[in-house]
């Protein structure tokens, strides 16, 4: 059988087309445009998703045996607000989780309402990103519109709606929001109350790998696919990225050294941090898991060499290297602010510790060693809340580089794991696709079979000792210099 992966990303859809074993067939992209209608606004329609994504289907199964589709599931960006009227129309533009309007709205859930209610009420704090905010700000500002919705859902589950005319969404997906109890994975009536919804405006919410119904006739028409073909529920970019690294089951982590950066650690058991430094949400294998976001990884070594020292070449820049756990200079990777730990929007770059004898490879590896540090700080949340982490995959740009992933691998004292395909979200809702259609028994023993390991770099006891000294000054750093960039 076959199974179509969509991965619904901020500017473009990439779907991907996989047999049962993993095996995958073909991939096809396709991009649509984003608005941005004021500063520090992001918006796109929902129709431009749908008219993409009946593209990329139809291009991506022109050459299959489309009698062999029997699941199609989804990865998806997480926090966009889209809003449906009774009639199943989009009221407005979508506003996406990197829209910065809601400023006003998180600070009144923060401050006035509290963080410690809304942890108790759905785990997390807010963040201008998160989709209750959005919805403040619409009753707020659009309030015609506002008495209009009849639906609220996210950006991937508009994708579901259309395929199969169901309301719904997904744990991973729905933790996002503000507005669901993740560790009882139910909407927050506390939360529905303070935004000044109605349950029913909510979707029906599903495990990532479950079913959700099957190919409206007119759309298996469209696509050319069967009308028997599965739609699973689906999960969240990042949780769907995990199922297709094989992150799943207690203790399993992923690296990201994307253009931001993650650290996702997967956990059998419900668990918050008590300073909510990092997301607790549900993840797509039907547990849970926790996430640190920085919002600056390999996007610090690209500014500094493109930007900074003018050369595209990082692979020589980075063979100037040599002296590992011996650098005195630290860099703080807080180009954009900070989410986790510390949620500190004001925080800056800085480098600290040069001296004359500073050189350009010193500097280098200052950018690549304060990223690492930097998400180890969110990695030490994670072991404070007993979850026991001996070994991470590792994906992005930034895990091309030998160096860095060996960086990391000394700097956690973990081993550090290379897989042989990475394909992110679409590959994890493909696989969430077979789980759904029974191919699998469970997303644990999809991602066993599935994912494969093809490099791990081991931790070396000396040099691991080295850096867990200076990965020890690199932490009070950022604590001196907190209220000067509060002032600056």
Not at 191 to 220: F, K, N, R
Request: with cysteine.
């Amino acid at each position: 059988m076959l199974y179509i992966g969509v991965d619904l990303g901020t500017s473009a859809v990439k779907l991907l087309l996989m047999q049962a074993d993993g095996t995958i067939e073909n991939i096809v992209s396709k991009e649509y445009p984003i608005s941005f209608p004021h500063p520090g606004w992001s918006e796109q329609k929902p129709e431009d998703w749908w008219d993409a994504c009946v593209a990329g289907i139809q291009e991506l199964v022109k050459n299959a045996d489309r009698s062999q589709v029997a699941g199609i599931s989804f990865g998806g960006q997480m926090h966009g607000l889209v809003v449906l009227d009774h009639a199943g129309q989009v009221i407005r533009p979508a506003i996406l989780w990197n829209d910065g309007r809601t400023m006003e709205e998180t600070e009144y859930l923060n401050e006035t309402i509290g963080r410690e209610k809304l942890s108790q009420y759905t785990a997390n704090i807010a963040f201008a990103g998160f989709t209750a905010p959005k919805i403040l700000w619409m009753k707020k500002q659009e309030p015609e519109l506002f008495a209009k919705i009849d639906k609220i859902m996210l950006p991937k589950d508009y994708i579901a709606y259309k395929l199969t005319g169901v309301h719904c969404t997904d744990v991973s997906d729905a933790s996002g929001m503000l507005l669901m109890d993740v560790e009882h994975k139910c909407w927050s009536k506390e939360m529905i109350e303070i935004c000044g919804i109605q349950e029913s405006q909510l979707a029906h919410i599903y495990e990532s790998y479950e079913p959700v119904g099957t190919l409206l006739p007119e759309i298996a028409n469209l696509l050319g696919l069967p009308q028997t073909t599965v739609v699973a529920a689906g999960a969240g970019d990042n949780a769907a990225a995990a199922v297709g690294t094989g992150t799943v089951g207690n203790g399993s982590c992923n690296i990201s050294l994307g253009t931001s950066g993650t650290i996702f650690v997967a956990s059998e058991k419900f668990a918050v941090d008590s300073h909510n430094a990092l997301h607790a949400f549900a993840h797509a294998d039907g547990h849970y898991h926790l996430m640190g976001c920085m919002l600056s990884a390999a996007s610090c070594n690209k500014w500094w060499m493109e930007d900074i020292l003018g050369t595209t070449d990082f692979g020589a820049e980075q063979a100037g290297i040599t002296k590992l756990g011996e650098n005195h200079v630290y860099f703080l990777p807080y180009l954009m602010g900070e989410r986790s730990p510390h949620n500190d929007p004001k925080a800056r770059g800085t480098f600290t510790g040069m001296t004359m004898d500073t050189t350009r490879a010193d500097l280098t590896q200052a950018v690549l060693e304060g990223v690492t540090f930097a998400l180890r700080d969110s990695f030490e949340v994670a072991k404070l809340l007993g979850i026991q982490i001996d070994r991470t995959k590792i994906c992005g740009g930034g895990a091309k580089s030998p160096l860095w992933k060996k960086m990391v691998a000394n700097i956690f004292n973990i081993k550090v794991d290379t897989l042989a395909s990475e394909e992110g979200p679409a590959l994890g809702g493909a696989m969430l696709a077979a789980v759904a259609n029974g191919e699998y028994a469970n997303v644990q023993e999809a991602a066993e079979k599935i994912v494969k390991v093809v490099d791990t770099i081991e931790p070396e006891e000396g040099l691991a000792a080295l850096y867990e000294e200076r990965y020890q000054t690199f932490k009070r750093i950022y604590p001196q210099l907190k209220e000067v960039f509060q002032n600056m």
